[in-house]
């Protein structure tokens, strides 16, 4: 490279590094303040862009949004997707992906070109479709921290995945109709009929589909054949940009579409292959890319918006918003009444948390500058009317969404919760208090005579609020459980991290680390304890009289951890290999209580299923041998029972 090249190099390496910094100060400033993050990041671009202009050129750009920054925020949204949370719903998701963005289009664009602001049909077309795909990235959040439903955030991430890869194929139609050039345009002109139009529109969003299916199967396939944390990562990342790369410029289909299936079925078949401590890894892995991408995509959003020039088009992003919030008000409310298992709450939360973000940003930057004359004042107002609605949707809907969800009661807390929290605050106060003022003695800033007359009587204080709290906890085993489970999983954590100071220290070798440590993250990635339960039962190490040693098939992992964990049994899991299918299985040895050998036994039948598969073996009499399919029964549980003395569990 040349000094100019290498000059231009490490600009840019300054930028991002100046843009890691702002994003870790905003972060840390939107937790002291209860502020969404996506918002804050955008209100510090529009200030950094206000003060200095145009600072970041060359970073804003759609390939770089689209290509380097959109895949790994959908891949990872779609990797921690449940299958069996998405199936429930997934008519309804695809009925606001597929049509809902189709009536989005559609209705956006009737409105703006009626409006009579001076942007033609076919324009107006091209803005309904790249303004309808959502980005609820701030509201996921914050129902997250909120503890809204599940299924509630499982229907609007998953519109947002389905509906993006929507957007931008019928927005490269809609181009090609307006005969716009741009990167995404189509072979097809508009003077086609309606059927090849469909058949493009099929092709390229089903084409994507089946694209991602493949590709993640094929990386779950190897990621299965493994045992390597930091390799079975960087699969992972092969897979979320790969994806994109394949569909979009080797296949021509979607990429984005490529890269929700991929993420979908990677997260649901990969994860079954990985050790403990590789899904500790690469959920964590993830879970900090896709906090870079946003950090950057919203970060981008306030540099590319330009206030002043934002401020010359007002009435036109007005009537933008207006039809926008009309085109998703139809959206949801019309296309609702085909699920009327949805309440009206929830209704209104799927409306107002609509935002607009990274992909319509992307594909607003896509629209050329250099097009004719009569074109180029319509391009200009279509881009400012994009960055205002994605800057209302974010500032005015995003930061309001809070208040809305408390508005409607949507996370109801209970009074026992409450009076939990406050005794508990009061406890924890009283316990600061009294350390506080130890520490002043100890040093000499408070007399010892002082100290003696008011520690009694903090300490009697302190033992009132203490019993208080165990009051309300044993009034509530909900409570008693959440608080179990927190201090059970802290002190897990509190292993590994003594662990890795061993290893560190040269205490411990690499090998038994690796074992100990394995150990520790298949506690922590395993379901919850039914902590009321197993305290009844008198706890682990007195109670057990039995230990059960069960070989099952590792596709029945899962379900039967989670009955032998409801049920109150204490597992620890031995990976094994069984028989001569050569299949991954599990050895789980199983501390029983008195009594309680048929319920593990009960618990083991309800969980593991046996199924019928066919395997390859030689015809024997023929002449010339060849693989034949054999029926095989796999499955079940096979059991074996010890009884024991003594039982203790680390």
């Not at 930028?15 to 993050?37: C, D, E, N, Q, S």
């Not at 107002?352 to 992307?362: N, S």
């Amino acid at each position: 490279m040349n000094g100019e090249e290498v000059s231009e190099f490490v600009l840019a390496e300054e930028a991002i590094v100046g843009l890691l910094l702002i994003a870790a100060l905003v972060a840390i400033f939107v937790r002291r303040y209860r502020l969404p993050y996506t918002v804050g990041l955008v209100g510090i671009g529009l200030l950094i862009s206000a003060i200095y202009p145009e600072p970041l050129p060359k970073l804003i750009s759609p390939e770089i949004i689209l290509t380097l920054l959109v895949p790994p925020l959908i891949f990872e949204a779609a990797f921690h997707l449940r299958l069996e949370d998405l199936r429930r719903d997934l008519g309804f998701i695809l009925l606001l992906a597929v049509p809902g963005v189709i009536l989005t289009t559609l209705v956006v664009g009737g409105l703006i070109s009626l409006a009579n602001i001076g942007i033609e049909i076919e324009l107006a077309m091209v803005f309904g479709a790249l303004i309808a795909a959502t980005d609820p990235v701030a509201v996921v959040a914050l129902f997250r921290r909120l503890g809204v439903p599940k299924r509630l955030q499982v229907m609007l991430e998953g519109e947002s995945l389905f509906n993006d890869g929507t957007a931008i194929v019928l927005f490269n139609i809609m181009v090609a109709i307006a005969g716009i050039a741009t990167h995404g345009e189509s072979t097809l002109s508009a003077d086609s009929g309606l059927g090849p139009w469909i058949a493009e529109f099929l092709k390229v969003a089903g084409g994507g589909v089946l694209t991602g299916i493949v590709l993640g199967m094929f990386a779950s396939q190897i990621i299965g054949r493994i045992d390597d944390a930091l390799v079975e990562t960087t699969l992972t990342t092969v897979l979320a940009f790969g994806s994109y790369l394949i569909g979009e410029h080797v296949l021509g289909v979607s990429g984005v579409l490529a890269v929700v299936a991929a993420g979908i079925v990677n997260g649901n078949v990969g994860p079954r292959g990985m050790s403990a401590t590789t899904r500790v890894v690469v959920f964590n892995f993830w879970e900090y890319a896709a906090f870079l991408a946003n950090s950057f995509i919203f970060l981008l959003i306030g540099l590319a918006i330009d206030i002043a020039d934002l401020q010359n088009s007002l009435p036109a992003i007005g009537i933008a918003i207006l039809a926008v919030l009309l085109a998703r008000a139809l959206g949801i409310y019309g296309l609702s009444l085909f699920n009327r298992g949805i309440s009206a709450k929830w209704k209104h939360v799927m409306y107002w948390g609509g935002l607009r973000g990274a992909i319509a940003l992307a594909l607003a930057l896509t629209l050329p500058v250099d097009v004719e004359p009569e074109f180029l004042t319509q391009v200009t107002l279509l881009r400012n009317m994009a960055f205002g609605v994605v800057l209302f949707t974010l500032l005015i809907q995003g930061i309001s969404m809070d208040w809305v969800i408390k508005k409607l009661k949507l996370v109801q807390r209970s009074n026992i919760q409450e009076e939990y929290e406050r005794r508990h605050a009061r406890f924890v106060a009283g316990r600061a208090a009294y350390d506080y003022l130890r520490r002043m003695n100890q040093q000499g800033l408070i007399s010892e005579h002082t100290w003696q007359r008011l520690s009694p009587i903090m300490e009697r204080r302190n033992d009132v609020l203490v019993e208080a709290v165990k009051q309300v906890i044993l009034s509530n085993p909900t409570v008693e459980a959440e608080e179990l489970d927190t201090a059970h999983r802290e002190a897990l954590r509190a292993q590994r991290s003594a662990l890795t100071g061993l290893l560190r220290d040269g205490v411990i070798s690499e090998e038994i680390y690796s074992q100990l440590v394995g150990e520790v993250d298949s506690a922590l990635t395993e379901q919850s304890y039914n902590w009321p339960e197993l305290l009844r039962l008198g706890t682990f190490k007195s109670s057990v009289t039995h230990l059960m040693a069960a070989v099952i098939q590792e596709a029945d992992l899962e379900n039967a951890l989670g009955y032998l964990n409801k049920l109150g049994f204490s597992v620890a899991r031995l990976p094994s290999t069984g028989g001569f299918l050569s299949r991954k299985n599990a050895t789980l040895l199983i501390g029983v209580q008195a009594g309680r050998e048929e319920a593990a036994v009960k618990a083991l039948k309800s969980s593991c299923q046996q199924r019928v598969e066919f395997v390859s073996s030689p015809l024997r009499g023929a002449a010339f041998p060849m693989p034949m399919p054999t029926q095989v029964t796999v499955g079940g549980a096979t059991v074996f029972m010890f009884e024991v003395e003594s039982y203790d569990e680390f």
